[in-house]
Structures are given as C-alpha cells and as structure tokens.
C-alpha cells in the first residue's frame, strides 16, 4: 500500500509495505510542509520496513517507483505527479493553515476532514442554527456558506535553488550566520519571485528541507473563496470524542464537504457573489470497490515537519519538559472547561473549537510520551550515538570535526531543559491556559491605545465582537486561579515573584479571591466595558492601571525572560451501535443519524463483499501532524478514504518512526458518500462526482 503526501512547501513521497524498502538517509532528513508520498498496507499483522520519513513527488527515483510497481500501483508516473499536464496530485489542495483535502469533481468540491473544518463550522453555528450539533446541508449552490478568512492553496510550481543560495553566501563564520545570510537570501528570492509574478492570489515561499542542506521555492494559487457544502452531525463528525482521540477502533465519520469558487476567468479572486466554482486541473476519481488486507493504498498530503533525527538528550527533553507540563496544565483547564460546556449549550459552542484544540496536542502528548517508554526509544538512540563515537574514534583525522559534538549538544540540553520546562509551563498556562492574559496584552502601550482610540466606533466595536464572540469571562474567571495555583508549584518562586508578591500581600496568597477581584474591577473581560473605557480621553490612563493589563504585563515580563536565556483493520457501522450512549457527549448519536444506521440500508455505499457499512480502516501509512484530510488512494489512483488520525499506540512517530507500530486512521469514503446521500439527501453532491 503506498501513501502519497502532499506538504505546503514541496512534493515528498514515503513508502510501507510487507517488501522491505532500502533504507535512504538523503531521501528523509528532517522534512518540512511539501508534497509527499508514502505507501503502506491495510494489514495490522504485516512486518513491513520503510524509510523514516517521506518523499518529495518531484524527487522520486526509479527505484522508488520500481517498488510501488511491485506493490501493485498501476498509473504512469506522470499520471501521479507533473506540474505540466493533469494528474493525480494536482487533486490535492492546502485546506485552511494547517491541513490537507481533495479535489472531487470538476466543479471544485472539496472534502477533508471534520476536525480541519471545525472552525469553519463552527463559525457558522449559534444557537438557533447549531450547524456543529446538528450538521448542515446545502441543496444547492445559493444555500453554500462563504467562510471569510478561510483559503484553499494548490501547487503552482517547484523550483530548486540550493544552487543559487549557496552561491551568494559570503564565507559564513559559524552555522548561526550561514543561516542568518541563507534567511535573508531566501527573503529575496521570494520578494523577486513576487515581483515578477505580480498576483495577489500567489503564495511564494522558499523553504529548506534535509536539514538546511536543500532549498526549493514553492507556488501556490490561493484561492480565498470557500464556501461550506456540507457537514455531518457532530456525533458523526466528532463521534468518540477525546475518548477515542488518538484509538483504534474507530467509528469517527471524520469528514467534510467544501467548495472553491473563482471569478468567471477561472482564477483565483476575493469573495464575490458573481464568483463561479472552480474548475480544477484534475479532480479524483472516487472509488466505491473497497479493499482487502494487503491491498496498495497510497495518500497524499501537506504533513509538517518530524523530529526523527533528535539525539537522545533531545527526547528526554520533549518528554519532561515540554509534554509533561502541556499534558498537565491543558488536562487542568480542560476539565473546567468541559464541566461548563455540558452544563450550557451556548458555552458549548462558543469553546468547541477551542477545546478541540487544547485537547488535540493534549493527548497527543500523553500518547507520545507512552510510546517513547515503550518502544525504548531512548535505549535505541543511545546506542546509536555510541556507534557514532566509536566511528569517530576510529576514523582519525577525517572525522576530527565530529570529535565531542555530541556531549557539547548533551551539555546544552540539560543547561537549558530546567528553564524550558518552567517556561513551558508558564507558557501553557497563563499564555495558552486562561485567556484574560492574551485579551490585556499591549492595552498598558499608550501607542497601541491610541491607535485603536482613533479607530472608528462601528468598526471598534465590530472588532472586539469579533474578538469576544466566543469568550465567557465567568468561565475563564474558575480557570485563573487554578492555572496561578499550578504556576506556583512548577516555577521558581522567584521568577514569578512580580505576580504572586501582590497575590501573597493583598489576599494572603488566596488566587481564588484576586481572580475574583480581578475579574470584579477590570473592563478588559467585559466588551462593552472595554469599549466605554476607549471612548473616554484617558483612555490609556485607565487601562494602564487595569489589573488584568498589570497581570498580562507581568507574565510577558516573565516569558520574555524564560525565552532569552496502536482487532481488525476496518469498523463497521455496528460499532456506532455499541458505543452509542445517549448519556454521553462524545458517544450520543444524533437522532436521525441513528435511525438510518439502526435501518441498516445501505444502498450502493455496503461492501461488495460482506454487505456492511464500513465507517473507518487503519493502515500502515505514515503521517504527521498537517496529513489531517489527506486522501487516500488506491492502484488505480482513485479516492477510496481520508487519513485524518494515527494510533495512540504510535505517539512517538514524530520523533522515531516504527513501522511495525505506526498507523494511519483513515474514514471510509463510503461512509463519507453515504452520510451525504442518505443522511443529507444531498444527491447534487453525489451527482457532481465521479465515483467508480
């Protein structure tokens, strides 16, 4: 099975297979957002061997495609990947900042994941309209929601310039100044590339991969046109919630539907109700024929970056001390959260998003943590770095350069891993943990009041609704003083001693009660009171002496500070069955939903062969963090899933890859296409793709 990976900075490719795979160093060195390839099978039981890592499209060798012929891939290369002419992975798209979808008609329809159009939904959502509980379907093309601010990228253009960067540096004195002129001449590179190009609609970026060591400049039409079509229940979209984040099996339907519009021209244009749908280069073929153990699979995406190359020092680092404080404090403030969000409807809503978020890197962190403990990764490194010292022992003068290299590295870990926990925990939890922090940060500047004092008042006000619209000032007022409590168990008393010398002398150390006078005196929790107090011509006076301003000026004193120095390979829809748990937040399903399941009418979405319903399946593909929604695609090229997880078991994948553990969790395109037809009765939708 092979999985091609798309990334927003070029084309990479990785294979997995039951056939061992050469192992190749140069292919996957530290690989930033750009197009990849992977491949994998559908067996949970096969040993399968594979490069760490993935492939650029644009840097697949023969060998490469040699071993995805033997497993059962059928398309010419130029049928999967070329700039020039329609193929494959012209399909695929950047959806929003950090995910991937898939093109599926001609008339620019998009699916990727539920969790990658959350915020879209739930932009779109309120009371009397709760798209994210109760889904959403467009009849047509009027009844489709514009998302302002969200945008959809397709690659234009890859073009290799290590060549011309290296020629302009100027006999760098360390690594740090190489960098630093490789920066700036990336800078330039990009603005000249601009420049010549002259579109508004152009994303340009030059962006390094294998380690520094290589450099493309990437192009991308943007187009900023979006509109929601169509989105599943949130019991379908989201069905298991945080229990089953990260866990196989799944019965997650975790997809969602949009579309590209573009001017009459059919480029990319600003949002215009005059717009036409996009009519793209190539869309997938959507394949309905299912799948069998050991079948080829391959998906493309717009992964991030890993961290498979890290020394062990470097591992122990993440673990202790920037998981363990993440996983701490989020797992403090998301319980305040979630007691709030079952007890009222409307604060459900406004933090959905929110808390998805927050609980997303959560478990992940927890996950990674385990696995690293379980798979002996650090046992692994050490050996591996011991090897390297005996080379270098025993390599003379060539390998000079190396001598000591890694106990400096080692030195530098452990001198900086007691300051970055603190940080992190600062960061966690009074950057990310309460939000009164960010809301005050910058009004004590006269400049920056003084600006938004100048402001018009419709357009202020329409500012800090925006800004408000989804803040509960009593709910963050109970996250405060726990956040404060945790902060002064985890840092040294005297670095955070600006903020609990007036805790400890005006309320006896008591963060209960200066929150709650916080809360009580300040007007930055409140937008009408914020508003009143810009209007006034002391503007700046006031707010300069605003408890929530002199709490958030405090904590970015601090931070400032700290910043210097892994059951069958495929579910069915039976498991909805048994999870189902009206009880439950994560596991009710919804109503009508739950009708058409207990009904077990299928139609043309049941397997071919044993006639259910299959909602999800588990690969051996690898993915990493911005492969959420990237398709999955059979021999033939054709769209028969969307990843949109990995395995608990596997959460040390960004750090060191584990083929005989590693998972992909992919939703069944069937369950996608059956969602849309029998529960939306969405027939357009269907109509409009090509489905085989």
Not at 97 to 111: A, D, E, K, Y
Not at 674 to 680: A, L, N, P, Q, R
């Amino acid at each position: 099975m092979i999985i091609c990976i798309f990334t927003p900075h070029a084309c990479v490719v990785q294979c997995l297979s039951h056939t061992d795979i050469t192992h190749r160093k140069s292919m996957k060195q530290f690989l930033k957002k750009g197009l990849l390839l992977a491949t994998a099978t559908l067996s949970l039981g096969i040993q399968a061997k594979a490069d760490k890592g993935m492939w650029l499209l644009n840097e697949l060798t023969r060998e490469n495609l040699a071993q995805m012929k033997e497993l059962g891939f059928r398309l010419p290369i130029d049928s999967l990947y070329s700039l020039d002419k329609p193929s494959v992975a012209n399909s695929v798209v950047i959806f929003g900042r950090g995910c991937t979808g898939v093109t599926v008609s001609s008339q620019g329809l998009i699916f990727t994941n539920h969790h990658c159009g959350f915020d879209a939904i739930q932009s779109q959502s309120a009371v009397d309209h709760d798209y994210l509980r109760d889904g959403f379907i467009s009849q047509s093309f009027a009844e489709e929601l514009p998302i302002e601010g969200l945008t959809v990228s397709y690659l234009s253009s890859i073009r290799d310039v290590t060549k011309e960067i290296l020629a302009q540096l100027k006999k760098p004195k360390d690594e740090i100044d190489r960098l630093s002129q490789i920066q700036k001449i990336c800078q330039a590179l990009e603005i000249a590339e601009g420049k010549r190009l002259k579109n508004e609609h152009k994303r340009i970026q030059v962006r390094p991969y294998y380690a520094n060591n290589k450099y493309y400049l990437i192009t991308y039409d943007v187009f900023s046109d979006v509109r929601l079509v169509f989105a599943p229940p949130g019991s379908v979209g989201k069905f298991g919630g945080d229990t089953d984040n990260w866990m196989w099996p799944r019965h997650t339907g975790d997809f969602s539907v949009f579309r590209v519009y573009a001017g009459k021209d059919n480029a990319p244009a600003n949002y215009s109700k005059d717009n036409v749908p996009y009519r793209p280069k190539y869309h997938a073929t959507v394949s309905t024929e299912g799948y069998e153990k050991n079948d080829y699979a391959m998906t493309i995406g717009f992964p991030g970056s890993t961290s498979r190359y890290i020394p062990s020092f470097a591992v122990e680092n993440r673990m202790k001390d920037q998981n363990e404080p993440r996983i701490e404090v989020r797992g403090i403030k998301q319980d305040i959260w979630r007691a709030a969000m079952n007890a009222d409807q409307a604060t459900r809503i406004k933090y959905a998003s929110k808390y998805a978020r927050s609980s997303n890197y959560w478990k992940n962190s927890i996950g990674m943590n385990k696995a690293l403990v379980k798979l002996g990764v650090l046992d692994q490194k050490r050996a591996e770095e011991a090897s390297f010292e005996e080379w270098v022992s025993a390599s003379g003068k060539k390998a000079q350069a190396y001598k000591g290299i890694l106990s400096e590295m080692e030195g530098a870990y452990k001198k900086l891993g007691n300051l970055e926990r603190q940080s992190m925990y600062l960061r966690e939890a009074l950057i990310g943990g309460t939000e009164i922090v960010l809301a005050a940060r910058g009004l004590g500047d006269p400049t920056k009041v003084k600006k938004l004092v100048s402001t018009p008042k419709e357009q202020l006000a329409q500012q800090l609704n925006d800004q408000y619209k989804d803040y509960v000032p009593s709910l963050d007022q109970k996250v405060l003083p726990a956040i404060l409590d945790i902060v002064r168990q985890r840092i040294d008393a005297d670095r955070i001693a600006p903020i609990f010398e007036l805790i400890n002398k005006e309320y006896g150390g008591d963060t209960k009660a200066y929150a709650d006078d916080l809360f009580a005196k300040s007007v930055i929790p409140y937008k009408d009171k914020l508003l009143a107090t810009l209007m006034q011509p002391n503007a700046a006076e006031i707010l300069s002496k605003d408890p929530a301003v002199l709490l958030s000026e405090k904590v970015w004193e601090i931070y400032t500070a700290f910043s210097m120095e892994l059951n069958d390979y495929f579910t069915t829809s039976r498991g909805i069955l048994e999870k189902n748990n009206p009880a439950s937040t994560e596991f009710n399903v919804f109503p009508s939903f739950l009708e058409l399941v207990k009904k077990g009418d299928w139609g043309r979405w049941a397997d071919k062969k044993d006639g259910k319903l299959h909602v999800a399946f588990i690969s051996t593909n690898d993915i990493t963090g911005g492969n959420s929604g990237s398709p999955v695609f059979d021999k033939n090229g054709r769209v028969f899933g969307l990843a949109f997880d990995g395995n608990w078991e596997a959460m040390s994948g960004d750090i060191e890859f584990e083929p005989n553990l590693q998972r992909t969790i992919i939703v069944d395109i069937r369950y996608v296409l059956f969602t849309i037809d029998k529960w939306g009765k969405c027939s357009r939708l269907i109509n409009e793709m090509t489905i085989k």
